[in-house]
Each structure stands twice: as structure tokens, then as C-alpha cells.
């Protein structure tokens, strides 16, 4: 399914921000609202935020005039859904209110038209049924600030179709969104855990804590800005309590506390004022911590969401400093399935000790949470460095990751070729200096030698690999990078080598492979002054194959794949190891290892088929052998 004219429904903030992403992007919009003057206003919005980047030097002029020229507006849904390839509900969280929208644009919209709500309470199931188009319905559950905020839940209703669901991821990821991946259940993954935590705040309050405490312990247990109190001051007490309204149906736990329903319908804010008693940390953080544990436990239970996109959700939707499952794994499980069993010893069945949690805790397994996404397309291994709240920057955890998945390819037999790109905005955008920053002199030496041996790893990787280059490709990202055979690379990548102006140097081969590949002078130039540079100065340097516009950088990474893929593997492979072995021997050795390859190629069922083939004018099917 081709996207590429998008109808939002809706002008207020989510919806403004939802059309400001996609023009932004290079998608056509039409933005819908019920009256000339909401329009007004929401284009009024957009345009006052792109102004705000450009003041700050974030956005080009001509780039802002040009994303304003891809946004219509209209006050007929009609209108609004003509010619539309996807619509994005975002109305009034009201379920007859979205009815009356879905049936209208039903009318209207072309068969092919995906629908999507923004719903974050509503049952995506539910408001398909308005539609002759179920198969073609899912969710798109943005964040606010919908033009910034990375994250975008993408809900799977029970007849979404794998090919509407598969738009909709891809159209997300166009957008330089984060995606997760939920099923159709009451909070989807991150309200899910997320607006218990503030209802059981206020529990702890009935219970006699006082508000600054209560917010001092959240923010210090889970390494937040804002405590529960403070956070519904900010987002509105009518957000949290209509939101915990919706969870209601999961159970009794889920019931809305009494203390904030009486909050709402006084419509009056929480009281911050006052000194926290350290002394009643401990007791408020093993209940938070046991609520919070609990139920993202229960969402990979019940298949809602996996472990590593609940986390996900964490960091990249509400800016934890980190998700549950690392949480749980830095206490250790066996430590947090002892909180989770303390709330259950207060609630009974109503909140149930989650089966998985209890056989990681017998043995303080931790949580499987992996930061490098590998998926099978047929002989091609796509691998996504997931860590988008960071913009992918690089430390233990994703190297070992990537070295993990180097091997899974190796051993693959059925892998020819692996594709490496980042999720978000960013490839790669470099180490994590926050991590960085405490690393000794010796520890240094192990993590650069580590991340020395895993860009080695690409290297030698008996199979081709092509980096899809699709945002910011820094330090590490772009040592990564070159030390892959191919490079393509979108026209909104920028690259650069400036750990000179961290005080150290680029220590993952960069200091090598650039010279090798755009000769002394120029990486002298380019790791010397740590300047950033273009995708197109990167093409004319030779270190990138290809630009591409964003929207076609990683069907054309695949489809590069695709085609090596249909090729002998075995020569493919022999010619790689030729060259990777070859290029920095003296001629006479390197000829001598070329002629070892080709006799290699030579003795393969392969080579017997390929010839066989082309002399019966045929296609040829490759054994690998």
C-alpha cells in the first residue's frame, strides 16, 4: 500500500502536530476541522513551531515554506478524504462523536484508503465497526507533542490485515517515528502501565503519604522529572482520571481511585506544596515499582506488546530514563517479583503474579531486551539498531547486541545478504556520552576494542552488507558504517567523526578505514576538525554509494539486497572474501588470493548450476553449495 496523500481529521494540538509531522516529511495533507477558525488555528500552530526552528537555526527557510505548501485545509470531510490514501482520526475522544466522523469519511474515501484513529482510550475494534473497511482500520496513537515526541503506538485491530498493519508501520517509520507494535486492549502498552502508576500515587495518599513524598520517591525510583501529582497538575487531572476510567473494564485493581475522582469533580489541582520525608522512600517505591513491574509483565503475558517495545514506549513516550524490563533487570527479577508479589498479597487475583516473571525470578534470569531489531525477508537479514530515545547512540548493550546479530547471521544459512539501518531520526548518531563521560582510562580500552571487533565482524562477514543511512551517522554510527560494503544513504543524513571535540578520537577504525577509502589528505581534514558533513558531500567523497530521497532510502536498501540475494551465494561471498583479504596486500599476493577464491567458486554445485542455466536459458536456483 503506497501512502502518499494523508488526511488528518482534527485541528487542535495532537491533530495540528500529527499534520505537521507528516508534511514535514514530504507527505501531502489535507487537515480537516468543523469550522474555518479551528483550521485557521491549527495552521497558525504549525506555522508558529516551524518558525521556532527556523529562529534557532534547526530548520531552513525555504524548507518550513515548503512543508506549509504541502498542507491544505478544508471543513468538509468530503473533501478531506478524496483522492486520501490514509486518514488519521483525531477528534474528541468521544466514541459518538468519532462514529459520526468514520461513517461520513467511509462514504467518501477511496476502497483503498487505509483509516487510522489516534484514539488512546477507545477500542480500535470498536470504532472499525463504523466502517465497511475493517481489514483497512488500525490505530496510530501518537504522543504529544505529536511533531516531535519519536514515539507512535501502532495498534493491531482483530481484522487489521497484515498488509494494513505493515503500511502503517513503514508509514511511521517515514515519518522518523519509533513505532511499537500493540493489540487492541484497554491502554494499548504505555497507558497501560503508565496511568496506574498515577492512580495507585493517589492510593498511597488515601493511605496517609503525603504529596511531596510520594513524588520525590517516583522521581527518584524511576528517573522521571516530574512525580505523579505534579505530572497531573501539568497534563490535567480530567486526562488522568477519564483515562483510568477506560482501564476500569481490565478488573477491580484497575478501578479509579476514590481520592482522584473526587480530585476531578472538584476540578481543583493537587497541593505540592511541602518538605518529602526521606524516611517513607522505601515503603512508596516498592509499591510503585511493584505496580509498574506487574502490569508490563501482563502486557507480554497477554501478548499485548513485547518486552523490548514496552520499553520502548518508556523511554521514548513519556522520557523515562528507562523502561520496565530494565528496570527489572538492573534490581534483578527474583528482587522484582518480590515487589510484584507484595501488591498481589494486597489485591488477590485482581492483580495475578505474571507466569513469566516468576521463571526468570527462581533464577534471576533477566528480561531478553534487545537494542538491535533482526527480521527475515526472504535471503535478506534487516537489522534495526532500536534505540530511538537516544537517537541510537552506541554503548555495551547495542554492541553486543550487534555482535549477536553478526552471528545469527553468519550461521543463517539461508541469510545472503544483511541490511543495517537505525530506527527514528537517526542511524547511528554516535557513543553515549552520558555513558562515556564515567568510563575510565581502562575501561575505555575494553570498549574500544570491543567496538573494534564487532565493526570488524562487518568486515569479514562472510556475506554483503548494506548500511541504509537514514538520519544522523556520527562517530561510532559512521565507523559502523564504513566498515560496510555498501552505503546508501537518505538526503537527510548528515555524517561527521567529531570525537575531537570530546577530547578523545575516533577509536572504532575510523582512523583506518577513512583513509583507506577517501585517501589521507581528505579523512585528515574531516577527523582533525570533527565537522559535519552532507549526504551529498559524503557521495562526492566516496563513502556513500547512493543519496536517496528519505521515503525510498530502505525499499532501495532492500531491493539492492534483493538483487545481490539472487546471485550465487557462494560467489558473492568468494569475491567479498577476495577483496576484504586482498585490497591491502601487496598485487602479486592479493592476485594469488583471488585465484584461490575463484577456484573455490569453481569447485561449488553452484558453479555447475549458474553455467548449466545460462546455456538452457533458464533461471538459475542457487544451492549455496
Known sequence: MAIQRVAVIGSGNMGSGIAQACAASGFHVVMHDVKPEFVKKGLDRIRDQLQKRVDKGKLEAGEMQATLGRIATTTSLAEAAQGTDLVIEAVFEEMKVKEAVFRELDQHAPATCVFATNTSSLSVNALAQFTARADRFGGL?????????VLVEVIRGSKTSDATFTALLEFSRKLGKGPILTTDSPGFAVNRFFVPFLNEACRLHEEGFDIPT?????????????????????????????????????????????LLKKQFEANQLWKLEGAPNPSKFHAVKERLLGVELGIACHLVEEGVASAADTDKGATTGLRWAKGPFALMNDLGTREALRLVEQVHAKHGEAFR????????????????VPKVRLERRGHVALATIDRPEALNALNWDVLRDLHHVIAQVRADPAVRVLVLTGEGRAFISGADIGVMAKVSAVESRAYTKFGQQVTRE????????????????????LELALACDILLASDKAQFGLPEVTLGIHPGFGGTQRLPRLIGRAKARELIYTGDRFSADRAEALGIVNRVLPHDQLLPEALKLAERIASNAPIAVQQAKSAMAHGLDQDMDTALALEADSVTVTFASEDRVEGMRAFIEKRKAEWKGK
Open 214 to 258: 510520594i513524588d520525590a520517591a517516583a522521581k527518584e525510583a524511576f528517573g522521571i522529572g516530574m512525580g505523579p501529582f505534579e505530572l497531573m497538575n501539568f497534563t490535567g487531572i480530567p486526562i488522568a482520571y477519564h483515562a483510568q476510567g477506560s482501564l476500569a473494564q481490565l478488573g477491580p485493581f484497575y478501578k479509579v481511585s476514590p
Open 458 to 477: 562487518l568486515d569479514l562477514l562472510e556475506k554483503p552488507v548494506i548500511a541504509a543511512v537514514n538520519g544522523f551517522c556520527f562517530g561510532g554510527g
Open 353 to 368: 503474579v505474571p507466569q513469566p516473571l516468576r521463571q526468570l525470578g527462581a533464577s534471576n534470569a533477566p528480561w531478553p
Open 141 to 149: 496513537h501518537f504522543f504529544n507533542p505529536a511533531a516531535v515526541n
